[in-house]
Nanobody, 119 residues
Framework: VQLQASGGGLVQAGGSLRLSCVLS????????MGWFRQAPEKERESVAA????????YYADSVKGRFTISRDNAKNTVYLQMNSLKPEDTAVYYC?????????????WGQGTLVTVSS
């Protein structure tokens, strides 16, 4: 299984970005997917997650109402739409896959994509 994340970049505060993560190598539709981030000198934190069916989604309190996770099983892709970005959202964002279909045990990780939010 390989995960390829993309879509990061530099954006001003209040702006938007959409991250994408493509899973290759296995049946994407059976995987739970998550987005994580790690800011400089901080621990990695969970940002959002979505179960294999897409019926259940989860968000960190810090991004609720601003970020939306979604998936397109036909494209083997999970998305993270990020709106109303804040400087504190600056981090490397990683996608991860849980082969159980849930969002609790991530065995596979992408390489990360950098999001920088300027004030």
């Amino acid at each position: 299984v390989q995960l390829q994340a993309s879509g990061g970049g530099l954006v001003q505060a209040g702006g938007s970005l959409r991250l994408s993560c493509v899973l290759s190598g296995r049946a994407f539709s059976s995987y739970g997917m998550g987005w994580f981030r790690q800011a400089p000198e901080k621990e990695r934190e969970s940002v959002a997650a979505i179960t294999w069916s897409g019926r259940n989604t989860y968000y960190a309190d810090s991004v609720k109402g601003r970020f939306t996770i979604s998936r397109d099983n036909a494209k083997n892709t999970v998305y993270l739409q990020m709106n109303s970005l804040k400087p504190e959202d600056t981090a490397v964002y990683y996608c991860a896959a849980d082969p159980s279909g849930r969002t609790t045990s991530y065995n596979y990780w992408g390489q990360g994509t950098l999001v920088t939010v300027s004030s």
